[in-house]
C-alpha cells in the first residue's frame, strides 16, 4: 500500500504530540520524527495552520482546538454506528443495553438501548452518572487502564476475564456485565453493557457484550 509521505509524517507528528501530556520541543519531535528540524518545522506550520497543533508560553508543542473539534464530530459518528450494535445486544440479552464513558472520576451514560420484549426497565438513562469504581460500566474502563498495585479486586478480576460484573452496586437487585471498548488512542475510554432486574444470564451476557466491545472498537479503528 502507498502512502503519501507528507501526509505520513504529519499523522504521526499529531499522535506523538497528543500522548506527550506536558508539551514537546519541535527538536525532539523532529528526533521521534527521524527527519531534519527543518522538516518538522515545516510540518508543524501546517498543523498550527488549521488550529491543530498550538504551542504553549514556553514554545512546547501540544493538540491545538482543532483535534478537540475533530474529536467532537466523531462522537455523533461513533454513536450513530453503535446504535444498531446497541440495539443487537439489548434484544441479545434480553437486558438494557448502554454505552457509557469515562468524565473525571465518574462514568456518564452516553446511550441506552431497551430490548423489544422489554417488560422490566432499569432506570438507566443517557446523562446518568456514577463514581467509575461503582459499577460494572466504570470497572470496566478501569480495567482497560495499565494494572497498578492499588487497582481493588473487582478491576484486576474485569482485566483478568475481559468483563465486569456487578450485582446491586447502582440499584438494588440490579446486575450488570460490562466490558471496556479499546482504543489505540487511549483517550476515549468508554465501555458498554447490559443491566437487568432479574432473569440475567450472565454467561451469555458477558459473552455478548464482550462481542459488542470488539465490534464497537472496529467504528474506532477503521
Excluded: N, W
Excluded at 479499546?182 to 458477558?206: I, M, N, W, Y
Excluded at 459488542?212 to 479503528?221: D, G, K, M
Aim: net charge neutral; glycine share 10%.
Amino acid at each position: 500500500m502507498s502512502t503519501l509521505q507528507t501526509l505520513d509524517r504529519g499523522l504521526r507528528a499529531l499522535d506523538i504530540i497528543s500522548q506527550s501530556p506536558t508539551g514537546i520541543t519541535v527538536a525532539e519531535l523532529a528526533s521521534e520524527l527521524g527527519v531534519h528540524r527543518a522538516i518538522c518545522y515545516r510540518i508543524v506550520a501546517t498543523l498550527e495552520a488549521h488550529s491543530l497543533v498550538a504551542r504553549t508560553d514556553s514554545g512546547r508543542l501540544r493538540l491545538g482546538v482543532g483535534a478537540a473539534v475533530l474529536l467532537s464530530r466523531f462522537e455523533p459518528q461513533f454513536l450513530h454506528g453503535a446504535r444498531p450494535v446497541l440495539t443487537e445486544l439489548a434484544d441479545r440479552t434480553h437486558a438494557t443495553a448502554f454505552v457509557a464513558a469515562a468524565e473525571g472520576s465518574e462514568c456518564v451514560v452516553l446511550m441506552v438501548a431497551e430490548p423489544s420484549d422489554a417488560v422490566f426497565r432499569v432506570g438507566y438513562r443517557v446523562g446518568s452518572r456514577h463514581p467509575l469504581h461503582r459499577g460494572a460500566s466504570g470497572i470496566a474502563i478501569l480495567a482497560m487502564r495499565p494494572p497498578d498495585d492499588r487497582d481493588p479486586e473487582p478491576v484486576r478480576r474485569a482485566r483478568r476475564d475481559g468483563y465486569s460484573i456487578t450485582t446491586g452496586e447502582l440499584e438494588r437487585g440490579a446486575v450488570g456485565v460490562s466490558a471496556g471498548i479499546p482504543s489505540h488512542g487511549g483517550s476515549l475510554e468508554r465501555s458498554v453493557g447490559v443491566v437487568a432486574l432479574e432473569g440475567l444470564d450472565t454467561d451469555k451476557a458477558s459473552g455478548a457484550v464482550v462481542d459488542a466491545a470488539q465490534r464497537l472498537a472496529r467504528l474506532v479503528t477503521t
